[in-house]
């Protein structure tokens, strides 16, 4: 009798399709979940999405009083980058239950 030396392709690629699929759903699971990220001691917030979307900026009045533009900027980059380093840890901690820990290029 003569074995099949692709027998286990079948197997491979049904079990490649299954977390194709479980990652589709985490993807859309975490699109709906949000991350916040703060500058200047919450003087701004910024929003993301599991998606890497901005879904929402806030900025405390009290620094547009201030008149000092450059500053405000900054404080928005600042916020906009914690937000999606949160958002990024977000994902990675999601994707764990797939990879089983392992680190796959690509995948947050």
Not at 79 to 85: I, V, W
Request: aromatic letters at 2%; hydrophobic letters at 45%; a neutral charge.
């Amino acid at each position: 009798m003569i074995k099949n030396p692709f027998g286990n392709l079948g197997n491979i690629m049904k079990q490649a399709q299954a977390m194709q699929e479980q990652l589709a759903k985490i993807q859309e699971q975490a699109a709906s979940k949000t991350v916040d990220g703060t500058a200047g001691g919450g003087m701004v917030t910024v929003s993301v999405s599991g998606s890497m979307q901005v879904v929402a900026l806030k900025i405390d009045p009290e620094v547009l009083k201030s008149g000092d533009a450059e500053m405000l900027q900054d404080l928005i980059v600042a916020a906009t980058n914690d937000a999606l380093r949160k958002a990024r840890d977000m994902m990675a901690e999601e994707m764990k239950s797939i990879t089983g820990g392992l680190r796959i290029p690509g995948l947050f």
